[in-house]
């Protein structure tokens, strides 16, 4: 609050949803509009009033300024021109989802909002689907069914996950299981299709070591009928990101055979 009015100006993504906060507070600073995309004019206008000596607040609709929401652009472009930028931290819902939902938090991957398009939702889970790290993805409720349907198609039915729902508000919902079950929780109940929605993800765990002697036998004797050790060695460790002295000793062995 105490920012909020000793500033010059409040810039925001939307200065009518800001508007309604400082109005409650009794704060009659001057709001003007910011967001990242199509935002050179309004860059430069801010800058202008930097470059005059002003003080410029940037704030968030919800959660923190630049967590899933506008503002890397301007605080790039400020810090290039020569003016301090500070941070106030503010609520962020993936750190708070990731501290109530039981999954390690010492490593973690943050993803933001999934693809919105189906095919481009699959491959960026395709490409996540053995992180080791705990994943927080943001979701919008019209998809999350859907989010969680590619989800347990690339990740397993069994993986853990927790869905938390409009965080520090009066319907604040979590739903912990496996990712089956709470989608098929998410299918039955259209209340927990609604509101800001936070995914909470077990990291892949560590495959045992026959499935990783399988994985390597799959990629690597049909390389090895068509290529010397060494190349097909090389490639099958690109394909299966195995370490390649473990795959050249396998390598080995089976052309001993």
């Not at 992180?131 to 990740?155: K, Q």
């Not at 739903?175 to 990291?203: H, P």
Request: hydrophobic share 50%; proline share 5%.
């Amino acid at each position: 609050m105490e920012i909020l009015k000793t500033v010059d100006l409040v810039a925001a993504e939307d200065t009518r949803h800001s508007g309604r906060l400082l109005r409650h507070l009794g704060i009659a600073t001057p709001l003007v509009s910011y967001h990242d995309r199509g935002a050179e004019n309004q860059g430069q206008a801010i800058l202008d009033a930097l470059a005059a000596g002003r003080d410029v607040a940037l704030i968030s609709d919800a959660g923190t300024p630049l967590i899933s929401d506008p503002g890397y652009r301007l605080v790039r472009t400020a810090r290039a021109a020569g003016f301090a930028v500070s941070p106030i931290p503010g609520p962020c819902a993936a750190i708070a989802a990731l501290c109530v939902a039981g999954l390690p938090s010492d490593r973690f991957a943050f993803e933001g909002f999934l693809p919105a398009r189906g095919g481009e939702r699959q491959r960026r889970l395709a490409d996540l689907a053995a992180e080791p790290r705990t994943l927080i993805f943001y979701e919008a409720p019209h998809r999350v069914l859907e989010a969680l349907t590619d989800l347990e198609a690339a990740f397993g039915a069994e993986r853990e996950l927790v869905l938390a729902r409009e965080l520090t508000k009066a319907f604040e919902t979590f739903l912990a299981g496996t990712i089956a079950a709470v989608r098929a929780r998410v299918a039955a109940d259209a209340n927990q299709q609604r509101g800001d929605l936070v995914l909470v993800v077990a990291g892949a765990g560590a495959p045992e070591p026959a499935a990783v002697a399988a994985d390597i036998d799959a990629v690597l004797v049909p390389l090895l009928d068509e290529l010397p050790v060494k190349q097909a060695v090389a490639l099958a460790a690109r394909i299966t990101g195995i370490a390649k002295n473990r795959i050249y000793d396998r390598a080995l062995e089976l052309r001993g055979r």
